[in-house]
């Protein structure tokens, strides 16, 4: 093991020499307790030292995970109660060949009432030759019984076809209880089948009431009313479907493609010595750019301490070219996000890397190959992600840089702890400070957060930021999503000397979005010629279910209590109203629920020249994983 200690080590110093040019430390910036830095002078120079933590920054901590003690709560009780009685559905369901014929007394009641679920009236909402979507038309008017659940399931999975590949699942995020033994819940149901040609999904939201006399019986349904109704379906025409997986092919000279992306973090943290600081949240990003000048965008990824970064070079055939180690971009340094972007106005594509330690700034020379400009420590916490605009218009590209969590060394009396805690947790305001870095030519860029205001409101946890001119005034504003709280809107204003000041204005407009912000996207999605805004965010079906009910946080205001219930509500659409407001249209438009969300872009993904959502979801996965996410 000692071979690797010396070269992990060297490894660090050597990053550590690169962004060693000013050695004085970050005396200047004093952490307020409301989130505010207080400058004793203005900060002109980006601070280079740090104390380095040798461990991984990442989620994993013993006392982060703890097995919790055991839940008395009787709402949650029931939840596990119906989700098995769910469970043995979804199982009469897909075993079903043509005609669901299963014995189901288990779960429905001695005065059950049955209703069809499929509703009478519908509207095609969109349609070509490939794709069709068909929606019920609300509310969902079902008066006239019939013979029982056998019936009602076979009616609503009738357009699916014959059983081939069926998967059923139920999810229920909402419950209410009364004394009398009686339940109401309700559920989202999701059945799909894969046919030759075609793929179909039913989604469907089912306000369910229960009978349930104790805790020791299982709930039994008494009646399901359905709130919504969607039918589906993706045809693959000349073997040619809407999205095609292409991973394979297009990776087919990546000969180490396997060993390295199909093995889980569990696989290498047991592998890779803990001093190259390889994190265990999966905290990863990629970059998209023409870095060779071929006019065809290659693909930058960012991978966990101890693995090499990955340059993929496209090829006109759709294959790649691994490019890293020629490139003089794979570095093993636990790297976080990258950006491809012409920062010195030589019309090629520059990288800049956010690693756990600080910023890699790469210059192109216009083939692919990159030379390392300069290195720059961040002391106070490490860069999440990053983001570049023209902010003053002097024809240059600024570097926004996202932090997340404070360093160790950075957090008082409690230098152990693997991350700041958030604090409160649905509104912290104890994270890491963002820097605003003001390109000044000749790879020399100034910190110039503080002067140009942007220091109000930045201790929040950022995973995400995008610039765009929401308010059409001729400069870039600023979005900033936060996880465990709100978000910034940063408006591009000038003082009365002409001099860019950002100002926080985000509450007024509407877009604080108090939740677990992961993402950010810009388009006009309603065609009136402004930007609209998407954020992603977590919907949890468990938050939606506990924070409604009495026991929750006994005793905390409606303002907190009202927190906690938005931190699980899901993603967020703002519509622009164009008087420099906006409108929360996430429930209304349907646009809510993606899971946990981390990246979310609008993309016209028919080339119907409508703004469509591209939601990824999901977090660190097992074997067993269910799916939740």
């Known amino acids: 093991m000692k071979p690797t200690s010396q070269l992990s080590t060297t490894l660090l110093l050597s990053f550590i020499l690169l962004g060693c040019k000013d050695p004085s430390s970050n005396k200047n910036l004093m952490p307020s307790k409301k989130g505010e830095t207080k400058s004793k002078e203005s900060i002109n120079k980006i601070t280079n030292a740090a104390t380095l933590p040798f461990k991984p920054i990442g989620l994993f901590d013993e006392t982060l995970h703890a097995e919790p003690e055991a839940n008395s709560w009787k709402v949650e009780k029931f939840n596990e109660l119906t989700n098995e009685q769910f469970k043995k559905l979804e199982k009469a369901i897909v075993s079903s060949s043509n005609t669901l014929n299963a014995e189901l007394n288990f779960i429905v009641s001695n005065n059950f009432t049955p209703y069809p679920l499929t509703p009478k009236e519908t509207v095609e909402i969109y349609s070509d030759e490939k794709l069709r979507i068909i929606k019920a038309i609300e509310p969902i008017k079902n008066d006239q019984k019939v013979s029982g659940l056998n019936t009602m399931l076979n009616e609503l999975i009738s357009p699916l076809g014959k059983t081939t590949k069926f998967k059923t699942k139920f999810k229920t995020f ?167 972007i012409d920062f010195d106005n030589d019309n090629d594509q520059d990288l800049i890397i956010a690693t756990t330690i600080g910023l890699i700034f790469m210059e192109n020379d216009g083939n692919g190959n990159y030379s390392k400009k300069r290195a720059e420590l961040i002391p106070e916490s490490a860069p999440m992600c990053l983001s570049a605009s023209d902010y003053d218009n002097d024809g240059d590209l600024d570097i926004f840089v996202g932090c997340y969590s404070l360093r160790r060394s950075s957090m008082e009396g409690n230098d152990s702890a693997i991350l700041a805690r958030p604090i409160p947790y649905h509104d912290a305001n104890n994270g890491g400070r963002n820097l605003l870095l003001r390109n000044d030519q000749n790879w020399n860029f100034t910190n110039i957060t503080v002067d140009v205001g942007l220091d109000k409101n930045n201790r929040r946890f950022t995973l995400a930021s995008s610039w765009a001119d929401y308010d059409m005034d001729g400069d870039q504003d600023l979005y900033v999503a936060n996880d465990y709280g709100r978000n910034n809107l940063y408006r591009n204003d000038s003082d009365k000397n002409g001099k860019v000041i950002f100002v926080d204005v985000a509450a007024e407009t509407g877009v604080e979005d108090m939740s677990a912000g992961m993402s950010v996207s810009w388009a006009d999605a309603d065609l009136d010629g402004d930007l609209d805004l998407y954020v992603s965010n977590m919907w949890s079906s468990a938050g939606n279910r506990i924070a409604y009910q009495r026991q929750f946080m006994k005793g905390a205001d409606e303002e907190s209590l009202e927190g906690f219930r938005r931190h699980a509500r899901g993603n967020s659409l703002f519509i622009n109203l164009g008087n420099g407001a906006f409108k929360d249209s996430s429930l209304q438009s349907g646009a809510s629920m993606g899971r946990w969300s981390w990246g979310s872009r609008f993309a016209d993904i028919n080339n119907d020249g409508l703004q469509d959502i591209l939601v990824s979801n999901g977090f660190i996965t097992q074997p067993e994983d269910s799916g939740d996410l």
């Open 174 to 340: 909402n419950v209410s209880l009364n004394k009398n033994g009686q339940a109401k819940s309700i559920v989202l149901v999701d059945i799909s089948n894969q046919k030759d040609n075609e793929l179909i999904s039913i989604k469907s939201e089912w306000t369910c009431y229960w009978e349930w006399l104790s805790e020791s019986t299982s709930p039994k349904l008494k009646l399901i009313n359905p709130v919504n109704y969607q039918l589906s379906s993706s045809k693959t025409i000349n073997k040619q479907s809407l999205f095609s997986d292409c991973t394979k092919s297009v990776f087919n000279n990546f000969k180490d493609f396997e060993n390295q992306f199909n093995r889980g973090i569990d696989y290498w943290a047991s592998r890779i010595e803990n001093r190259y600081g390889i994190g265990l949240a999966g905290w990863h990003g990629l970059a998209i750019g023409d870095a060779n000048g071929d006019g065809i965008d290659d693909i930058y990824i960012c991978e966990p301490g101890g693995l090499p970064n990955k340059l993929f070079i496209s090829k006109k055939n759709g294959q790649i070219i691994d490019a890293s180690s020629l490139s003089g971009t794979d570095f093993r340094i636990q790297s976080q996000s990258a950006i491809f």
